[in-house]
């Protein structure tokens, strides 16, 4: 018994030596890999790409638009078959967009270096203005259209900002150094205010701010004009014999000729707890093509009668030499007002002299405008009230002009008044003034309003032509917005908006104004709309 119960002891310990020794050569528990490395540098967040010394944010939004009586994103009914009233017209459009951002910051050396993209996926309301089913499909260039990239299942994918700093440097596409912090949005949600400069989903740029000290700095850039700062040369002689190229709407094809120089763009800028007060000025080169152009018909109901493209004769025919213009902006944002925490006005002020996209701007091209209405006129069939918006129009001399750039002068002022009821509740009532002008006298072919109105005068050569010509117009828009916010980062907005179109042709003229509007008598009559635009909006 003894011996069976020393054995018995003795495995036991073996055992547990054994044991003993396998734990000891087991590893120490490893802590757990931290995968999100919180990043505080830069603001909430922000955390660290994992193994890298880069912080980066995701985020964006998500919103939901609505427009009646107006196109896409709030704009108002003022040309296409909206601003005719006609029965292909939409009484409301659509837009759902998600936008994605993604922003990156490393600190080195020579300070930090950041890096910005925003993509917006959306889906609209097929078309725009022009929402004819019979214009999505007539286009051999429908693919490239935005517009018309909403059939079901589709929709696409809009860069607003791609841009990279470091040092002071901007590379890339962004808002430009002569721009507001608040571009074209004073306290609105549509992005056709006009009155004044709007780069608000970006331009090819290169741009240097200095910053010296309490809250001042000053900046300069280099911005592509191709896509954001042109709106259209008129060639008056597109023939090279006789004046004409002007459509019965008063409209052309551009002769703008290609682009040989940047936008030499800049700001001096104050910002500090009382407000910001900014200077900006803009150099824009003009330069128009040739003087003889293709003069073949357009379509019923095109904007213009010349195409625009070249002929065998273009290039031995000469072209107006080229021209600088530009335009100045002043904006003030006072803080803080005694109306309540965080209330604010804004306004800016602008003057262009050729560079009339920094007065007629939208968040893409310059409008022109066409708007039909009711009539008092006898014999008339309806009113219009149209306004063409160009940078320079020209007569070539074998036209009976002299050859060169009228450059178009506009200005323009804009702002709004933010108001916060409560956390929940804020509105803002805002305006803007716009007109725009061209030099000179109807009759006197050397100046840019006589050789337009003798063109206008060849797209109205029926009879029943009792009209006075004057190519010059005011535009005015007054809007207020109410937003609730129930719960952190979503908010509900309702916007109503008021357009004028304060135009100086006076009289009657007998014209076809392009399908379905018949070949009538119509009176030139200043016209007016009204838009509602609702929106939903999570931020993430």
């Not at 901007?170 to 056709?192: E, L, Q, R, V």
Request: glycine share 14%.
């Amino acid at each position: 018994m003894n011996t069976i119960r020393n054995l018995v002891l003795g495995s036991a310990a073996a055992l547990l030596a054994a044991s003993g020794a396998q734990a000891a050569d087991l590893p120490v528990k490893a802590k757990a890999v931290e995968y999100v490395r919180i990043c505080s540098l830069y603001g909430a967040g922000f955390f660290y790409i994992p193994g890298t010394d880069t912080c980066i944010k995701l985020g964006g939004y998500l919103r939901v638009d609505t427009t009646f009586n107006g196109g896409i994103h709030g704009t108002p009914a003022w040309n296409g078959d909206i601003g005719q009233g006609n029965r292909y017209r939409d009484y409301f459009a659509s837009r759902s967009r998600m936008a994605l951002t993604v922003d990156t910051r490393t600190a080195t050396e020579y300070g930090v270096v950041r890096t910005f993209g925003q993509a917006d996926m959306q889906f609209s309301t097929q078309g725009s203005t022009t929402v004819n089913p019979a214009n999505f499909t007539a286009s051999p260039s429908a693919g490239t259209n935005t517009s018309l990239l909403n059939q079901p299942g589709e929709g696409y994918v809009a860069v607003e900002y791609v841009f990279i700093q470091f040092a002071g440097f901007t590379f890339g596409k962004s808002s430009s150094a002569y721009s507001t912090p608040w571009n074209g949005f004073p306290g609105n949600i549509s992005s056709n205010l006009l009155g004044g400069n709007n780069t608000d989903t970006g331009v090819n740029n290169i741009q240097y701010t200095a910053q010296f000290g309490n809250g001042v700095s000053a900046s300069i850039g280099l911005d592509d004009p191709t896509v954001w700062d042109r709106t259209a040369v008129y060639n008056l002689g597109p023939s090279g014999v006789g004046v004409g190229g002007v459509g019965a709407l008063g409209t052309s094809a551009n002769a703008y000729a290609g682009t040989h120089a940047p936008d030499i763009v800049g700001n001096i800028k104050v910002d500090q707890a009382w407000g910001l007060f900014q200077i900006s000025g803009a150099a824009h080169e003009v330069s128009g093509s040739y003087n003889i152009l293709n003069t073949v018909a357009a379509p019923a109901g095109a904007v213009g009668v010349a195409n625009g493209s070249p002929t065998a004769l273009s290039e031995i025919s000469g072209h107006p030499e080229t021209k600088w213009g530009g335009s100045v902006m002043a904006a003030l944002n006072i803080k803080n007002i005694p109306t309540g925490a965080g209330d604010d006005i804004k306004v800016d002020a602008s003057y262009a002299v050729g560079d009339t996209k920094n007065v007629i701007a939208t968040s893409s091209a310059s409008p022109n405008f066409a708007m039909f209405g009711s009539t008092s006129a006898p014999g008339a069939y309806q009113s219009i009230g149209i306004g063409a918006t160009t940078d320079a129009v020209w007569l070539p001399t074998s036209s009976g002009g002299t050859g060169d750039l009228k450059l178009t002068k506009a200005w323009g002022i804009r702002g709004a008044f933010n108001h916060n009821w409560d956390p929940y509740w804020s509105s803002s009532l805002f305006g803007s003034y716009s007109s725009v002008r061209y030099d000179g006298a109807v009759g006197d072919l050397s100046t840019a309003k006589g050789a337009y109105c003798a063109a206008f005068a060849a797209g109205h050569p029926g009879a029943g032509v009792t009209y006075t010509c004057n190519p010059d117009f005011n535009v005015s828009q007054l809007g207020v917005i109410t937003r609730w916010t129930p719960v952190k980062n979503l908010t509900f907005s309702g916007e109503v908006q008021w357009f004028h179109l304060d135009q100086k042709y006076s009289g009657t003229s007998t014209f076809g104004p392009g399908a379905p509007k018949p070949t009538a008598t119509y009176e030139f009559k200043d016209q007016n709309t009204v838009l509602l635009q609702l929106r939903a909006q999570r931020n993430f």
